[in-house]
């Protein structure tokens, strides 16, 4: 079955420190894979995609994704956190040219100290 | 960029009456829309795929009866939840890609409608 696994559900962070959200996949092919970001009582932002290509790919905001064909793994991360990045984190996945029908993590609540 | 525009952004309606949901692409046009419903600390999960001057394609265990769509242009879609019942309590959110892009184009998401049903 085509799943998408958030296996953290919420971190904390401080600002200024690194940090990296992962995702984990199931699906019968590669996929399209997405991190959107979704703040409170908002709807879903993209940060970035991954169709083919480059397996490292930059999103807005200053983050960065890699995808691990070998580890169906498609991990956000970013360097240095800012605190406005409090935020949930979604990964998903869909087929190449599935319109809208992706399929999504749970999501992981990011809080950041100060 | 993009924008879509949904609204109300929230709604307490009582149990048994219908609330409807509007959403409209702003700057493009969108042939299709897709409607997602979130639960509290669950994902989203498509509800139906909007077509435009067609019917809406639902997904599997998603009543149509229930949930009407309506896209009756290029920019608007609406969701009605018919008699609505408390456990139809949820946020939805709806989405849509210019139709003048390719279907590897982005999806744009609204802000949702936060829905409670009393």
């Known amino acids: 079955a085509q799943s998408v696994t958030q296996p953290d559900i919420h971190i904390t962070v401080s600002e200024g420190a690194s940090l990296e959200l992962r995702c984990n996949y199931s699906?019968?092919?590669?996929?399209?894979l997405f991190w959107y970001v979704q703040s409170p009582g908002q709807g879903l932002q993209l940060l970035l995609k991954?169709?083919?290509?480059?397996?490292l790919v930059q999103g807005i905001k200053g983050f960065e994704a890699e995808f691990k064909r070998s580890q169906s793994s498609f991990n956000l991360r970013k360097p240095s956190v800012h605190w406005s990045d409090a935020a949930e984190y979604f990964c998903?996945?869909?087929?190449?040219?599935?319109?809208?029908?992706?399929?999504f993590g749970k999501g992981t609540k990011l809080s950041v100290k100060p | 960029g993009a924008v879509v525009s949904q609204h109300p952004s929230w709604v307490i309606c009582k149990s048994g009456t219908s609330v409807k949901i509007e959403c409209r692409s702003l700057?493009?046009?969108?042939?299709?829309m897709f409607w997602y419903r979130q639960f509290p600390k669950q994902s989203l999960m498509l509800m139906a795929t909007s077509n435009e001057g067609s019917k809406a394609t639902y997904e599997q265990g998603v009543e149509k009866d229930k949930f009407l769509i309506n896209h009756a242009s290029l920019t608007l879609s609406t969701l009605t939840v018919t008699s609505a019942h408390p456990e139809d309590s949820s946020f939805y959110i709806c989405?849509?890609?210019?139709?003048?892009?390719?279907?590897?184009?982005?999806?744009?998401f609204g802000n949702g409608t936060r829905l409670t049903v009393t």
């Open positions: 699906y019968g092919a590669t996929p399209y």
């Open positions: 700057d493009f046009q969108a042939t299709t």
């Open positions: 991954y169709f083919s290509g480059d397996t």
């Open positions: 989405s849509a890609r210019d139709s003048r892009q390719g279907t590897d184009s982005p999806l744009h």
């Open positions: 998903a996945v869909g087929a190449p040219g599935s319109q809208g029908n992706l399929i």
